[in-house]
Structures are given as structure tokens and as C-alpha cells.
């Protein structure tokens, strides 16, 4: 219209009692969410008094590649009318139709969306410009009205007119004349908005650059349309407090003021900045007493109208971008705002339900899709953003600072006759029990079921499709057939044996009940998926005590062609603030820079995405690698680590994944004493923080490096450490030697003082056949902890590489295989009923098992140096890959989803 994530949510707790504040009282506008509703679109051949292609199509009589005005495309599955036009078929194979506002089943939908997702008034845009002197424009816009109108009253919505100015020179005078002859008609409707008990109006444009500027005329204008009876809201210029021009008295002389915002910030942080115009504006208009209604949008993009424009110019970051203008909303008690729009496509503000992704848009024309920014949310996604944060406005959901809709939404709750009892609200499997087999001592003797035109089974005479997996059955039948692919001989089942339908509903009942087998209760470790979190990236220019290049570098001051530490290079879409390296240009012709982990929106970005993947699969705790060696001799370090730690405790407060701080002690060769200094001196006071991890109700540290080659050898040392630790009151955990069920040394000594045991296996073996050996060792560790009354916490990894840091290793040494490497670690412990692991490491690029956002392909990294992209293995997956992955594998531990053998996570979400 007019141009410019078992979750913990951090939870601001205010009555739903609490009053809202305004001059007005609650009613169709003050109290509820408006949205702005254009109904401007119109389509050859839909019977129309114009009859053309409007709003979809400039410079060409229909729309097609390359000639379309708008950026977004409807998701057009319900309509009952749509119109063919001049693109490819969608990607999904369905014709590329579009939909007309003057069918006034077009129009129904919209108000049954608005119904079906709490808002609760429209106000219809009216271009009135061309009315006087346009019979047939005229006609056009008043049909769409009665189609407004009606579909209001059917589906229990409040509507009103909101006239735009735009290009409109006589306004003060014509508009008059509009109400009077096409409008006036209207307010008679049961479902036309008031407020303050007078039928509502708006007139947008007061006061922007390029809009009539004839302020004596607005103010007649204004002052007529109250003789009237009404209710006279205003849009205007977002500067309107500050405005020293005559349009400044025309300001006080409405009812309601709406300062227009679309385009006027960008990102999560821009919205959370722009709360302090909406608490001025507040402030001054309550002393005015003048009603409020601040201006939200989801996202904007004009870039198929003005071709110069970018792309996904004002990204909606999945709803972050809108939630956090909700907030502002909340957290200032303003009783009312105007989601702009609910249906222009144009400037891709709509909330109205879109295409999903490229499936549901035409396949030669670009168009935003709700998945642009990295997160597959659902066609009407955000119709339900906006009702939550209406609902939030209303004080009928508490505030929170992400928003709680689902990216899908949740099933249509059971309706039966019934209450829930065995079967209604339950589900009921068919259960067959007709197979018999020659031997199985049952009546008949014979093999009934599995066999087709033979006494038994055999080639060719099969009469199942399906062949059952039989290695659970302690009963099974020799059949005609040659040996299975794995050399086992071909047996089958018979339903006469009990034991084959006990384990049949063992199945039915196993993956629910089976408990997790550990020594403590489920906690913020047993019975979750911890994240190893280094936070050890650092840039010059970051402002930070080091305020140097740390771990993206060697060899140089900066990171530069044949001078890196990293073997994977991040996806830095998200972060707001990010460091020029002196590589060449990435692919994508995108300047190369880096993060910082001093800056706090990094962090806070690494936690959204924990919390983002544990709204879908589950990522609990992070455990933050402090490597303090130096601490008690280099104030900078000592200062740098502190401060990230301080950005992870903030993170985690805020996005709801819990933390603890795990030392290594590699190089520290006085760990014995100066740990126990660090604690007391710079870690203990994080375990105050909600947010830290507990364990059996004792905070949770960690000690890695116990008994790992080249690591300090002080047993005696640790021992008293450990002990020290627990007086504390701590729960003491341990990265130890892989091998240290086999150490004969000193060290087995101080294992068995340890609360849980992380050994290490990163590089212990190379693919998938090696991960899935070494299960044995795990199944070995499990044992002989259970007898020690010792946690155990496994260690997964994605993969291995340090080609950039040790130039003489092997590129990407231990592949990722687009997951099936992970996924079989997963498999180990879910087969082993182990009820926790550790996966090594959320952000270590440098030696490439990170999991957290990473380059997908050649496009996202520098164009002069190598480096592992997500793709290496012959298969594309998003930056996100290995988070879901992840999420679905402790989803799959914690027997949320069956174990499978294969990973259940799409390549692309």
C-alpha cells in the first residue's frame, strides 16, 4: 500500500487484570488488533465493471514472468474462483492462478481467516481519487465494499473505511461527497466498527512528503466528518511529533492516530529500538487524549515492482521480526495496533496466507516464499503470529519474548460423542493374527497366509508383500526361499506361538514405556542432548579486551587466503554484526566477514537457534568451554572470558536452553588449584542464574582433559580438586581418556570420583561402519558405569576436519555423509537406552565438527581458499542441517519419535 523457536520461554508476568490504558474505551478499535485490508486486486475475465488484471500486473494487460507488480504469492488452495495466468505451472505442477477481490467468495475467505485467527477488525482502504469523475472505478470500489460488508457480518468482524489521500488533490472537499453518496451507507451494517459508541472513519496520508499538503482543508475535513457523527481516526507521517508545520494542528483534531511505520526499521533489534518512538508517542498523545494505534508489519519486499530494489528487502525472520513489535506493544501497555496489511502481496506486508515455498509459486518467476528466511513455516503462519499477538495485546497469553506460534499448527483438537476412554481418543491398530506355519503345532498345520498356488513359500509363490523383520522372535519357520541378502536363512513367523504376539505387542507398548536406564534422574543433563559450546571467536574491531583475531587466524594478524584456522565457514546471515576478513568475495558476491562471540547478539543468536530447533526437535543444554589457564596471570583473558560467559548466561535466560561452564585443562598445568580460584573468583556467581544447568539439584561443572594424553598428569591433584568441588555442592563431571575403562594407571583412581564420565571419541573412528562398531565400547561403558553408580554421557561429533590449521592433514578427513554419520551415533545410544550425550561442538569451526549454521555450498564461502561447505558429500542440505539433525536425535534418545536407522531429518526444512 504505501511504500516505505521441553521449552523454557523467559516470561514477563503481568495480571490479566491489569487495566489497559487509553483515553477510549474498549470496543471495535481501542482493545483489538485492526488490520489494514486493500481489496484492491482485480482479473480478467471475474465479471468485474473494469474487467482487467489490478494490482497484480504493471506495464502488461496480465501477469506473467517478469511483468507483475507484487512480491508475494497467495497461497490461492481455497478460493473457488481464481484466473489463469501467463506464468509456468507452480512447483508442484498446478496451473499459476490468481485470485479477484470483486468475487465475493474471495473476500468471504479472508474474513473466515480473520475469524478462524482471532482479528478482529478490517479497515477497508479506499483510493478515492477518481470517484467523482470515474462511474465505472466507482462502482468497482463499491462492490468490493458490499463484499466486505457481507462477509464481516457473516464471520463476526468489525469492519470500517479508511480513505487514502495518495495523489487524491481535492480530498477535503470530494471526500465529503464520498461519504455522503457511497460510504454513509455502510455504517448501517451490524458488523461496521465503532468506537466511543460513533461509527469509525481514518483518512491515511496526513502530513507525508508528496500527499496534498492543504492542512486548512483537513481540518474543515475533519471537523465535518465529527458533525456526522463519527469516530476520526488518522494516519500520518511517522514524525508527527516532531513536526513544526501547520499539519501539527491537524493532528490534535483526531480521535485516534496511526503513525505509519512499514519501512521505517529493519531487524529484530531495529523493532526493539523503534519501542522508544512508540513510548513518546504514547506518552504525548495520552496527555492530548488521543486515542493510539501503532503501526506493525510482518516484512516488506517490493523488488518484482521497483526492479533496483533488493529482495526480501525487510526480512520477517519467521516471525521474530513481527513478534518483537507485539512485544513493544505489551511491554508498553498500548491497548490497541493496526497490523499493515492483510493482503498486499505488492509490498509483501500480507499476513494473509502465502505460498510455503517454491512448490506453491510459479516456477519461472521469483517470488518470497514464507520459507525465504531459513524456517519452513505454513501458508497461514502468520494469521496466527498476529492473533497470539493479539491475544498477548489483550493480556489473555502472558508476555513473552518469543513468540509461541507453532510453525505448523497444531491438529484440529478430536471431536466425538464419547468421552476418552479406550478407543475414542485413542488409536486402535488392526491387528491380523492369521499367519500359520508347517510345524508350528497349530491346528492346521500348515502355512496359511504367506504362501500362493504352494504348500509353503517359496519363489514365485508369495503371497505377501512385505517381508517381516524376524530377529525378535524366538519361533521362526525354514520357508522355500534362498537365503536373505545378509546370508541368514529365510524364516517366517506363525501367529499360533505366543511369543510371537507377545513381541508383537511389546512393540505396540515399548517405545512409550520403556524407561531410561541411568543412575540419576532426569535432569538438565541425564535424559537431555548437551552441546559442547566454545564462544572462543574473537575479531579485530569487536570491541572486546583482546580486540584481536582469536581462532579465525594463523600466521597472520587477520584471516586471509592460506592463513585460516577453520575448516568450515559459518553462516553469518543472522548476525548483525560482522568483521571484514581479507579473503576474496564469497560466491554469492557477498563480502567475507566473520562474528565475534564478544558481541552478544552472536550468542544470543547461537541460543535462538537452540531454542528455534528445540521448538521442532530438542536441543537442551550447552556446556561452555573455559579455557582458563591463563586467567590468573592475563587480566584481558580473564576479562574476555567472563564477558562471553556473561553473553551465554544473558542467551540462555532469554531462549530457555540451560548451561554450565566445563574447564579444560589442556596446557594448565596448576589446574589442581587455580580451577578451585576461577570458580570461586568468576564462575560460581553464573549458578545463580535460572538458567544454569542442575543436576540431582546441584549445580553441574565439568573438568575436561582427565587422563587425555598431553594433559597435566596430577592425579593426586584432581582428586582433591574434585573433592573440593563437591563440597561445594557441586555435580562433578569429567571428559576423560576414551580408553579409561582400560587405564591401569592413576587415574582409574579419580574416575570413580566423578559424577558422570564424557569420554572422548572425537576422531576415534572414520564412517559409518566405525560409529556403529564402537558400540560395543559404549555398551561396555554403560555396564561398568551402572556398577559404579556413575552417569555416563557419550560423545557424538558430525564430523572431522583441520586441513586449514594443519596443512598437512587430509581435507575433509572424517566425512559428514550428509548426516548418516551422526544419525548412527544417535542409533548407538537409542539402542543402548542410554539417556543422555554430548555432542561435540555447537560452533567449533576450526576443526570442523560444528553443527551450528554453516556455508551449504561454494556460494556462501570465499572464492580463494577452501573450505568444507554442507555439500561436500555429494548431497545439498540447509545451513541448519545438523541442528535439526541433532533435535531429532535426542528426540529419538529421549523416545519422542521411534528408533529408526535412518535419519528422519529433510536435507532442506
Not at 474487467?51 to 504493471?58: F, L, P, S, T
Amino acid at each position: 500500500m504505501k511504500a516505505p523457536s521441553a521449552v523454557i520461554v523467559f516470561i514477563v508476568c503481568l495480571s490479566a487484570a491489569t487495566p489497559l490504558l487509553a483515553s477510549s474505551v474498549v470496543e471495535d478499535v481501542v482493545g483489538k488488533l485492526t488490520v489494514g485490508y486493500q481489496g484492491w486486486f482485480g482479473a480478467k475475465g471475474d465479471k468485474s465493471p473494469r474487467d482487467a488484471w489490478i494490482h497484480w500486473v504493471d506495464h502488461s494487460d496480465h501477469p506473467y514472468k517478469d511483468h507483475q507488480k507484487f512480491d508475494i504469492w497467495p497461497d490461492v488452495r481455497e478460493y473457488t474462483h481464481t484466473y489463469q495466468t501467463g506464468y509456468a505451472n507452480l512447483g508442484n505442477g498446478q496451473p499459476a492462478t490468481l485470485f479477484s477481490s470483486y468475487d465475493n467468495q474471495t473476500v468471504d475467505t479472508h474474513f473466515k481467516w480473520m475469524h478462524e485467527n482471532n482479528i478482529d477488525t478490517a479497515a477497508l482502504q479506499r483510493f478515492g481519487s477518481h470517484v467523482r469523475g470515474d462511474p465505472v472505478y466507482t462502482k468497482w470500489l463499491n462492490d468490493i465494499a458490499d463484499n466486505v460488508r457481507t462477509g464481516a457480518e457473516a464471520h463476526d468482524r468489525k469492519f470500517y473505511l479508511m480513505w487514502d489521500i495518495s495523489g487524491w488533490n481535492n480530498f477535503a472537499t470530494e471526500l465529503i461527497e464520498d461519504y455522503d453518496n457511497n460510504v454513509k451507507r455502510l455504517v448501517s451494517s451490524k458488523a461496521y466498527a465503532h468506537q466511543n459508541g460513533k461509527p469509525v472513519v481514518c483518512i491515511w496520508g496526513f502530513g507525508f512528503t508528496g500527499n496534498p499538503q492543504d492542512t486548512k482543508g483537513a481540518i474543515a475535513l475533519i471537523a465535518q466528518l465529527k458533525q456526522r457523527g463519527l469516530y476520526v481516526a488518522g494516519g500520518v507521517e511517522t514524525q508527527w511529533r516532531t513536526d513544526t508545520t501547520a499539519w501539527k494542528d491537524v493532528f490534535t483534531k483526531l480521535d485516534m492516530l496511526q503513525p505509519w511505520a512499514v519501512g521505517r526499521f529493519h531487524g529484530v533489534k531495529g523493532a526493539e529500538d523503534y519501542k522508544k518512538t512508540l513510548e513518546a508517542d504514547y506518552n504525548a498523545l495520552k496527555q492530548l487524549d488521543i486515542d493510539y494505534q501503532p503501526v506493525l508489519f510482518a516484512g516488506f519486499t517490493w523488488a518484482n515492482w521497483q526492479p533496483k530494489a533488493v529482495r526480501n528487502q525487510i526480512p520477517r525472520e519467521h516471525g521474530d521480526f513481527m513478534w518483537r513489535q507485539f512485544v513493544n506493544v505489551r511491554e508498553l501497555d498500548i491497548p490497541s495496533c493496526y497490523v499493515a496489511m492483510f493482503d498486499e502481496y505488492d509490498e509483501g506486508t500480507a499476513i494473509a496466507k502465502a505460498a510455503e515455498n517454491k512448490s506453491m509459486a510459479p516456477t519461472d518467476q521469483w517470488f518470497l516464499t514464507m520459507d525465504a528466511d531459513g524456517v519452513a513455516v505454513s501458508a497461514d503462519f502468520y494469521l496466527r503470529l498476529a492473533g497470539d499477538g493479539n491475544r498477548m495485546m489483550q493480556k489473555q497469553i502472558p508476555l513473552t519474548q518469543t513468540h509461541p506460534t507453532k510453525h505448523y499448527p497444531r491438529r484440529t483438537p478430536l471431536l466425538a460423542s464419547s468421552a476418552v476412554g479406550d478407543v475414542v481418543g485413542k488409536l486402535t491398530v488392526g491387528y491380523q493374527g492369521w499367519f500359520s506355519a508347517k510345524g508350528d503345532n497349530s491346528p492346521h498345520n500348515s502355512w496359511i497366509h504367506w504362501a500362493n498356488g504352494s504348500d509353503h513359500p517359496c519363489k514365485d509363490h508369495s503371497k505377501v508383500d512385505v517381508y517381516p523383520d524376524t530377529r525378535e522372535y524366538t519361533h521362526t519357520y525354514q520357508t522355500g526361499y534362498a537365503n536373505l541378502g545378509n546370508g541368514q536363512p529365510a524364516k517366517l513367523f506363525s501367529s499360533w506361538d505366543k511369543q510371537t504376539v507377545d513381541t508383537h505387542f511389546k512393540w505396540m507398548k515399548e517405545e512409550a514405556a520403556t524407561p531410561l536406564l541411568a543412575s540419576s534422574a532426569v535432569g538438565d543433563v541425564i535424559g537431555k542432548l548437551t552441546v559442547g559450546y566454545q564462544g572462543w571467536f574473537s575479531a579485530k574491531g569487536d570491541n572486546s579486551p583482546h580486540n584481536s583475531w582469536i581462532h579465525w587466524a594463523q600466521g597472520s594478524d587477520h584471516p586471509c587466503k592460506d592463513h585460516s584456522k577453520v575448516d568450515v565457514y559459518p553462516d553469518t546471515r543472522e548476525y548483525t554484526h560482522t568483521y571484514q576478513t581479507g579473503y576474496a568475495n564469497l560466491g554469492n558476491g557477498q563480502p567475507a566477514k566473520l562474528f565475534s562471540s564478544w558481541d552478544n547478539q552472536t550468542v544470543d543468536t547461537h541460543f535462538k537457534w537452540m531454542k528455534e530447533v528445540n521448538i521442532l526437535n530438542n536441543i537442551n543444554t550447552a556446556a561452555l568451554q573455559r579455557f582458563a589457564s591463563s586467567v590468573k596471570r592475563d587480566p584481558i583473558a580473564q576479562k574476555s572470558l567472563n564477558g562471553v560467559a556473561d553473553n551465554v548466561r544473558a542467551a540462555a535466560e532469554a531462549h530457555g536452553p540451560k548451561f554450565y561452564v566445563m574447564w579444560d585443562i589442556s596446557g594448565w598445568t596448576n589446574f589442581a588449584t587455580e580451577l578451585i580460584e576461577d570458580y570461586d573468583t568468576n564462575v560460581k556467581r553464573l549458578t545463580t542464574s535460572k538458567a544454569y544447568a542442575h543436576q540431582n539439584g546441584k549445580p553441574v561443572v565439568c573438568i575436561w582433559g582427565l587422563g587425555v594424553s598431553g594433559r597435566p598428569n596430577n592425579t593426586a591433584g584432581a582428586i582433591a580438586l574434585i573433592a573440593h568441588l563437591k563440597k561445594e555442592g557441586l555435580y562433578v563431571a569429567g571428559g576423560v581418556a576414551k580408553q579409561w575403562r582400560t587405564d591401569t594407571t592413576a587415574w582409574k583412581d579419580v574416575y570413580t570420583k566423578l559424577d558422570l564420565l564424557q569420554p572422548w571419541t572425537v576422531g576415534s573412528f572414520g564412517n559409518v561402519k566405525g560409529a556403529e562398531d564402537y558400540k560395543t565400547t559404549l555398551e561396555a561403558d554403560l555396564t561398568l558405569l551402572k556398577q559404579h553408580n556413575i552417569d555416563y554421557q557419550p560423545v557424538l561429533f558430525a564430523g572431522f576436519t583441520w586441513a586449514n590449521w594443519q596443512p598437512k592433514a587430509v581435507r575433509n578427513q572424517i566425512p559428514r555423509v550428509h548426516g548418516d554419520f551422526m544419525w548412527r551415533q544417535f542409533v548407538n545410544v537409542r539402542e543402548l537406552d542410554i539417556p543422555s550425550c554430548y555432542v561435540a561442538m555447537f560452533d567449533e569451526y576450526d576443526e570442523g565438527t560444528a553443527i551450528a549454521k554453516a556455508a551449504e555450498n561454494k556460494s556462501m564461502i570465499p572464492t580463494d581458499q577452501w573450505f568444507l561447505t554442507m555439500d561436500a558429500d555429494g548431497v545439498a542440505v540447509s545451513a541448519d542441517f545438523y541442528l535439526r539433525l541433532a533435535g531429532d536425535g535426542n528426540r529419538m534418545m529421549q523416545k519422542q519419535i521411534p528408533l529408526t536407522q535412518t535419519h528422519p531429518t529433510k536435507h532442506y526444512p
